[in-house]
């Protein structure tokens, strides 16, 4: 067995996401990664003996690329107005540059409901989204509670969902439309949030 290679780890554990946007978790197949790696085949299975581990890389890879992204919130004190702006922008990333991930993200969670093995990690990527979202308005100086955290994690997963899926059925073709749709979303929360307050 040749010694471990921590970047070829993480080329096939992308060639794998590729894979699972592409032809969903069925398709996923060690032979099938090392076609998108355009590795030797046989290589991916020397890294992921199985199917399960091979499918536990996916979703720790995407994990760890997906919290750095959500990571890039806003430090330091920021107008309660960029909160929004921040929003969109990780809404543009992920229907574009991102989209790849995306479509494995939503493949993971079809997933996650039919192997309980995969549930939990999943719950946990969610769970860490919902606290994130609380850190991004907590730079702005505004608190919210954890239902209006899960209430704007909600909408943008579904303007994403959206997006990624059915994009005649909604007009994203801009920026900023993107910003104007995620910018609605932000103000009925933050209006539900002032009157649970007043």
Do not use: C, K
Request: net charge neutral.
């Amino acid at each position: 067995m040749p010694p471990f290679n921590a970047e070829r780890r993480d080329r096939l554990a992308d060639a794998a996401i590729e894979v699972l946007a592409r032809v969903g978790a069925r398709g996923l197949t060690h032979r099938a990664v090392d076609a998108q790696a355009a590795e030797p085949p046989g290589t991916t299975s020397r890294y992921f003996r199985t199917r399960e581990a091979l499918m536990a890389a996916v979703v720790e890879r995407v994990r760890d690329l997906h919290f750095a992204d959500l990571r890039r919130a806003p430090r330091g004190a920021v107008e309660p107005g960029e909160v929004a702006d921040h929003l969109a922008a990780m809404v543009h990333a992920a229907i574009t540059t991102n989209r790849v991930r995306h479509l494995a993200i939503i493949e993971l969670f079809l997933e996650a409901t039919r192997r309980p093995e995969l549930l939990a990690d999943m719950s946990a990527l969610r769970t860490s989204q919902l606290e994130l979202m609380r850190d991004i308005h907590r730079a702005a100086g505004l608190e919210r509670a954890a239902a209006d955290a899960a209430l704007l994690i909600t909408a943008i997963t579904g303007i994403v969902h959206f997006a990624l899926t059915t994009p005649e059925a909604i007009d994203l073709g801009s920026p900023d439309e993107i910003r104007a749709l995620v910018r609605r979303a932000v103000d009925l929360v933050h209006a539900r949030a002032a009157r649970h307050v007043a």
